[in-house]
């Protein structure tokens, strides 16, 4: 698997990231993140891409590097998860796809991707019932898991998951109407605002050419 991480830093709601990609160098990584908590203090949140692929190996230069289609998606994943979706982890369908049948995750978009077809995302910003009694400290909130302390998230999830269908169906005023609803019960879930943002600038109309998936620019 392939994975890009993002640290957010939040000091008095001024917001620094850093990437730690694999094609990047450790030290640069271990300085910038040295220096981030030196200046911003040691609480800091945490997202990360997830994608499953193949990555070829640099060892010609002192520093390796890994580069493939795959790890570009994947730090394409991990922009989005803090500047798009809003979610602690963004999955790809193929990474998600190789997770404990235990572990839940939710749908939340379907993308294009540079090669290759479209990629249905995934988040996990919610817990099973064994998840919420095992590791009661993940009910803390933050901005980014909004569902965490959810009691009813497998409701929510669901309703969630009609209204982004019918947005997929290029039905948008009927999943304007749900993804609405979701948003008056849980008004901090990113993922369905950011859903929502998108169909608004066509006056939830979809384009003539909608094929069930949208290009997110990072």
Same mark, same amino acid.
């Given at each position: ?20 990609? *694999? ?12 220096? +981030?908590?030196?200046? %911003? ?23 390796? &590097?890994?580069?493939? =289609? ?17 979610? =602690? ?9 190789? +997770? ?17 077809? *479209? ?14 009694? &095992?590791?009661? %400290? ?20 669901? $309703? ?7 947005? +997929? ?7 304007? $109407?749900? +993804?609405?609803?979701? $948003?008056?019960?849980? =008004?901090?879930?990113? *993922?369905?605002? &950011? ?11 979809? *384009? ?11």
């Amino acid at each position: 698997s392939v994975t890009s991480l993002d640290l957010l830093f939040d000091n008095n709601n001024k917001t620094t990231t850093t990437t730690a990609a *694999p094609e990047r160098k450790k030290d640069q990584n271990t300085e910038a993140t040295a220096s +981030l908590i030196a200046k %911003h203090g040691a609480c800091f949140l945490l997202t990360a891409g997830l994608h499953f692929g193949w990555a070829l190996r640099n060892s010609v230069t002192a520093h390796e &590097s890994y580069t493939s =289609p795959h790890v570009h998606f994947a730090s394409k994943l991990q922009r989005a998860a803090s500047t798009v979706y809003g979610v =602690p982890l963004l999955l790809s369908a193929d990474f998600a796809a190789r +997770l404990h049948t235990d572990t839940h995750t939710r749908r939340i978009d379907r993308v294009s991707q540079q090669h290759g077809g *479209p990629v249905v995302l995934r988040a996990y910003d919610f817990l099973n019932e064994r998840q919420r009694t &095992s590791f009661p %400290h993940l009910l803390q909130k933050t901005e980014l898991t909004a569902l965490f302390d959810l009691d009813d998230a497998r409701a929510y999830v669901d $309703l969630f998951d009609r209204g982004l269908q019918l947005y +997929l169906d290029g039905r948008w005023a009927e999943a304007q $109407l749900i +993804l609405e609803q979701c $948003l008056h019960t849980l =008004p901090g879930d990113a *993922p369905g605002r &950011s859903i929502l943002t998108y169909m608004a600038r066509s006056q939830f109309v979809p *384009p003539s050419d909608w094929r069930g998936y949208r290009t997110i620019g990072l």
